[in-house]
DNA sequence: AAACGCAGCGAACGTTCGTTCGCAATTCCT
DNA sequence: AGGAATTGCGAACGAACGTTCGCTGCGTTT
């Protein structure tokens, strides 16, 4: 993947427009709002992307790409298939926590974009998945000597990027402890998890006709 | 928790107009986009809703007080710790995948709801928490006779319900298999990465050291 | 039968939205 | 030095926003 430094400024603006827009949506921040919080006016924010859809589409490009390169760059000096995990879960949760804002925004989604671009982001999206999801099919292939089908190495990935990405709705450093060893708390617990084969419940049949049985029973708080 | 069924109505109007803020988020769905898919007049709706907070409100409301309520029936007849466990994860699961919409509202946050309204709201949404942390808490007791430590719990916890959470963005039952055997993969990884201690792996130093060279050189992937 | 309250609507309100335009200042290239 | 491009801004545009108003039916109560 070549590369190509962005436009004096802009990454400083990006990153303030992804802060605002972490908080109240794509929609819910106004020009206005952006045009204040990075000092410009209204009008001379317009100098460094061609609409708000675009803003949009910058930020998503530059998270992406950031994060993949990163990860790419990693994954060059480490050859243990443990190790490989280790530092893809590394490499997120560290990009994650450093780019709060420009994270989230990611996490919103591209709705609002047109077909062209979202495709793009989309694109790169799938390259990031593929990668860590090739280091979890290494590192269970390598630890077990058998393969996971695709379907089932897919819902694995997918579960352990649930994990990584719902950090930023809870993680504090101060009552969770350094991220060193969250990382490392999700490293154990996912690596491990994968590894011991399925566990049958016994009682699961139960719990299914119970569910069945109470669903219907469905009301609303009362709010004084 | 008292209950009081909803205003004759509301319900499929909550309904459909979280299926649309789900796609265009809270801001970027007008109130007449919300009138043309319920099949009500712009200013008819205001008879159900006082204001497009409210609105926001009573879906988050409604979605949390249904999914805890839901629970709270579920584990009055389920007593084993990890039957609790799978109970929790089925119920979350189920509920999730049939209300996708809903749910999906509830995860972009309350962010624009005044301060009376999201202190409501958020404390729902932690006596949930609660009643998951403490199904956690359970069976990590009950395998290992061991007690974990309120920061670890929480932590565990929150990993849970990002697996769970995830779900909506990747989960599609024609390409990923039944819901059932999801919730079985849920349930495997999580209980099973919980119980076996942590990990230490030998090259995490030199995967940290990896980290802090390589990300300095971050480009924004060209985009012809 | 009269009075009332409720569900529903079209029209309009004041505001805010994203974007454009014309023009000044600065920087860059030659 | 001088023209061209870039960076910046205030003012204004039409469109879309959430909400309100006054009115029409309709079912229920008195």
């Keep these: 993947m070549e590369g190509c430094p962005l436009k004096e400024g802009l990454e400083e603006i990006l ?3 992804s802060h605002l827009m972490s ?29 708000k859809d675009e803003l949009l589409f910058l930020i998503n490009l530059h998270g992406f790409s950031a994060i993949s390169t990163t990860l790419r760059g990693m994954l ?42 979202s495709s793009t982001i989309n694109g790169l999206k799938e390259d990031y998945r593929i990668q860590v999801q090739s280091i979890v099919d290494e590192v269970y292939s390598a630890k077990t000597g058998k393969r996971l089908s695709r379907k089932d190495l897919e819902k694995k990935t997918m579960l352990l990027f649930g994990m990584m990405n719902w950090v930023f709705g809870w993680y504090s450093p101060r009552s969770h ?39 219907t029973k469905i009301f609303l708080a009362e709010v004084n």
């Design 76 to 117: 060059e000096s480490v050859v243990e298939p443990e190790a490989r995990l280790y530092a893809v879960i590394y490499n997120h949760i560290r990009y994650f926590l450093a780019h709060m804002g420009e994270m989230r925004v990611l996490m919103l989604g591209t709705q609002n974009l047109d077909v062209e671009k």
């Design 177 to 215: 402890g350094p991220a060193d060893d969250l990382i490392e708390d999700i490293y154990s617990l996912f690596l491990r998890g994968l590894l011991v084969g399925r566990s049958k419940l016994s009682e699961a049949d139960d719990v299914r006709r119970i569910y069945e049985a109470n669903k």
């Design 15 to 17: 990153n303030r427009c």
């Design 23 to 51: 908080k109240k949506g794509y929609h819910g921040t106004s020009m206005r709002d952006l045009a204040k919080a990075t000092g410009y006016s209204l009008s001379g924010l317009y100098n460094y992307f061609k609409s």
